[in-house]
Each structure stands twice: as C-alpha cells, then as structure tokens.
C-alpha cells in the first residue's frame, strides 16, 4: 500500500514543536504545501497530453508529490477499476472520466469517497453531486466536425449524417470504448426528433465507428471521411492548429458531459487527493483547462477561442438515473444495430 511521508521542512518543523494543524494551515512552516506529499495514482480518459500538462502543473505546486497515471478510454478505464475492486484493492486514488452516469454508478457501488472541495462553490450546482461525490471539471459538447475540402457546404443538423450525400461519409466513436458516447447514445435516443431511428439510420447511412474521438478527428482531418461526432474541444484544437475541419454545433442541440472528478473510497492519501481535486476545481486548475482548449466549469472563466460557452448551446438533456439504469441495455442495443459488442 501506498504510505505518506512528510516534507523535510515538515520534519523540520515539528522537531521545532510545531502542530500537524499548524504545518496544514502553514501558520509554522509558511508553506501551503506541507503535508501534502507521497505517491498518487490518478485514472483518467483525458488525452496523454492534457493529462500530462494537469499533472505537471499540480507538481510545480505540491513538489513532493509523485503521480503515477493510468490513461485509457472510460469503458477500460472503468474495467480496469472493476478488475482491481474483483482482486480485492483498487490501486486508483483519483479517478477523472468522462460523464456523470459512470460516476453515479460508482457512487452506487460506494467506490467514491464524499468530498466537497471549497473551490466547488464557483461551479455550477447542477454539476456538483450534491453528497459530493463527484464533480464536474469541464464543459465538453459533443457536436458535427466537417472536413471543409470535401464538404460543399457546411451542415447545421444532426441530419447531415443520414442523408444521402453523406452516405460512407461519416464516422463516430463507439460507446463500447468511450464514455462519451456511451452518454451521447443514451440522450440522443431520448429525444423526440432523434430516437433509436436517428442510430438506425446512421447504420442504413453506413456511418463508420471506430474507438474513441482521436479517431474520428484523424479520419475527418485526413479526409478518409467528411463528417463526424466528436468533442468539441478536439475539433476546435485541431482548426486552430491548421486541419481542414470546422466544429458545427447542430441546430437540434448537443449532449454535454462534464468529465467529472472523484476520490476513490479506499485512497490512502487522501488530503493528497483532496488538493489534487482542489487545484483542477481552482481558478488556476480551470485557466490551465481553458489554456489547453477545453471550456471551463468554473464561474468567470471564458471559453477558449471556436468553443461556445453554456449559455450559447442548446443542451440535448436526459435524466441521469434513467441514462445509469439503461446504458448496458443502449449499448447492446447499438450492437445489435450496428453487430458490435
């Protein structure tokens, strides 16, 4: 099991005499980071690189912490998490995904830890679970990315991709592997002018599938396919950095997940844990969010430039509870559409 060590100067100061209340406050050691230390093992779906720039900028903060990262899509990072609970001790101290719907479930099976971080009364309340199980860290849409050099024009519905024009021209991820589809199948089946027909006519419309929303960007910006689903944030990230694709928010309106973050029950660094969800709640945590391309949760922080803001999106909605009791049962349904499992 993973042990916390305190800080030299921490050692230092309570050779001095000084309290563990007083090295916390760093009222004695005139440091903020004493008694956050150790080894922190952190699971999430964010891209490498966005994991990686989180995980640098919580260092230079908390030098004296270590964190191992374990990076997949949400449906194998949650596998790996349900393998580790079989084996008897879940290794993950932080755990950072796609939508609420996996957290609600992992709330159920009592795997989170209730923390509510101060930094939480700057988000909206909708986005932080009222026991403070979880809470949301970003605002991810999920949209139509176009190549504009196969497109003669630019779509504004979802129905771009079930019209005869786009036939063999589409892709999406697969909710098997990402948790954002997985959200994105269970509402969009639950709107009135969408449904389970919208998915069947994506299959009649030999709409393409592959693992995650990397894939789809890559097939869109190559220009292997024309349209696809996707996050907002890769689309955007991707103009800017010079592909030939634009982000189209469709007029019906778009799911949004809010890639929310939890302790895990059995952390044995918690006060760790806890600062590590403080500083990605923390005005700092969400300009970092905002430097790297996604739309920040926090209260008065902009949207990077190409990303709307939730105020200027139509929200496609769905209860959470209903989409948690029924996502296995979407997922088979899709395979049975599309013969994927």
């Given at each position: 099991?993973?042990?916390?060590?305190?800080?030299?100067?921490?050692?230092?100061?309570?050779?001095?005499?000084?309290?563990?209340?007083?090295?916390?406050?760093?009222?004695?050691?005139?440091?903020?980071?004493?008694?956050?230390?150790?080894?922190?093992?952190?699971?999430?779906?964010?891209?490498?690189?966005?994991?990686?720039?989180?995980?640098?900028?919580?260092?230079?903060?908390?030098?004296?912490?270590?964190?191992?990262?374990?990076?997949?899509?949400?449906?194998?990072?949650?596998?790996?998490?349900?393998?580790?609970?079989?084996?008897?001790?879940?290794?993950?101290?932080?755990?950072?995904?796609?939508?609420?719907?996996?957290?609600?479930?992992?709330?159920?099976?009592?795997?989170?830890?209730?923390?509510?971080?101060?930094?939480?009364?700057?988000?909206?309340?909708?986005?932080?679970?009222?026991?403070?199980?979880?809470?949301?860290?970003?605002?991810?849409?999920?949209?139509?990315?176009?190549?504009?050099?196969?497109?003669?024009?630019?779509?504004?519905?979802?129905?771009?991709?079930?019209?005869?024009?786009?036939?063999?021209?589409?892709?999406?991820?697969?909710?098997?592997?990402?948790?954002?589809?997985?959200?994105?199948?269970?509402?969009?089946t639950r709107q009135e002018e969408l449904g389970w027909d919208f998915y069947k006519e994506l299959k009649a419309n030999e709409m393409g599938i592959t693992k995650g929303n990397g894939g789809v960007l890559e097939?869109?910006?190559?220009?292997?396919?024309?349209?696809?689903?996707?996050?907002?944030?890769?689309?955007?990230?991707?103009?800017?950095?010079?592909?030939?694709?634009?982000?189209?928010?469709?007029?019906?309106?778009?799911?949004?997940?809010?890639?929310?973050?939890?302790?895990?029950?059995?952390?044995?660094?918690?006060?760790?844990?806890?600062?590590?969800?403080?500083?990605?709640?923390?005005?700092?945590?969400?300009?970092?969010?905002?430097?790297?391309?996604?739309?920040?949760?926090?209260?008065?922080?902009?949207?990077?430039?190409?990303?709307?803001?939730?105020?200027?999106?139509?929200?496609?909605?769905?209860?959470?509870?209903?989409?948690?009791?029924?996502?296995?049962?979407?997922?088979?349904?899709?395979?049975?559409?599309?013969?994927?499992?």
């Amino acid at each position: 099991m993973r042990k916390l060590f305190l800080s030299a100067a921490a050692l230092a100061a309570v050779s001095a005499g000084c309290s563990q209340e007083d090295l916390q406050s760093g009222e004695a050691s005139g440091e903020e980071t004493a008694g956050v230390s150790g080894t922190l093992s952190f699971y999430t779906s964010q891209p490498d690189e966005d994991a990686q720039a989180l995980v640098t900028a919580f260092q230079e903060q908390y030098p004296e912490v270590e964190v191992e990262t374990f990076r997949s899509g949400t449906e194998e990072v949650i596998s790996k998490l349900q393998a580790e609970r079989q084996a008897g001790e879940v290794q993950a101290d932080v755990l950072l995904v796609a939508d609420a719907v996996t957290f609600e479930s992992l709330k159920e099976e009592k795997l989170l830890m209730n923390y509510t971080s101060p930094e939480a009364e700057k988000i909206p309340e909708a986005f932080v679970d009222p026991d403070g199980a979880y809470t949301g860290t970003k605002v991810m849409a999920t949209a139509l990315v176009v190549n504009t050099k196969a497109a003669k024009s630019m779509p504004d519905s979802w129905k771009a991709l079930t019209n005869e024009a786009s036939k063999g021209a589409g892709i999406m991820p697969s909710p098997f592997y990402s948790g954002a589809a997985a959200y994105n199948l269970g509402v969009i089946t639950r709107q009135e002018e969408l449904g389970w027909d919208f998915y069947k006519e994506l299959k009649a419309n030999e709409m393409g599938i592959t693992k995650g929303n990397g894939g789809v960007l890559e097939a869109v910006a190559s220009g292997e396919k024309t349209y696809g689903m996707v996050v907002d944030f890769v689309a955007a990230r991707a103009k800017q950095e010079g592909s030939p694709v634009e982000l189209v928010y469709p007029k019906e309106g778009v799911p949004v997940i809010t890639e929310p973050v939890g302790i895990m029950e059995n952390t044995d660094n918690a006060e760790t844990a806890k600062a590590f969800v403080d500083f990605i709640l923390s005005e700092e945590g969400q300009k970092l969010a905002a430097e790297i391309g996604y739309t920040p949760i926090r209260e008065g922080i902009a949207a990077p430039e190409g990303l709307k803001t939730l105020d200027e999106m139509a929200i496609l909605e769905a209860d959470t509870s209903e989409l948690l009791k029924t996502r296995e049962e979407d997922k088979q349904l899709f395979g049975d559409i599309f013969g994927q499992q």
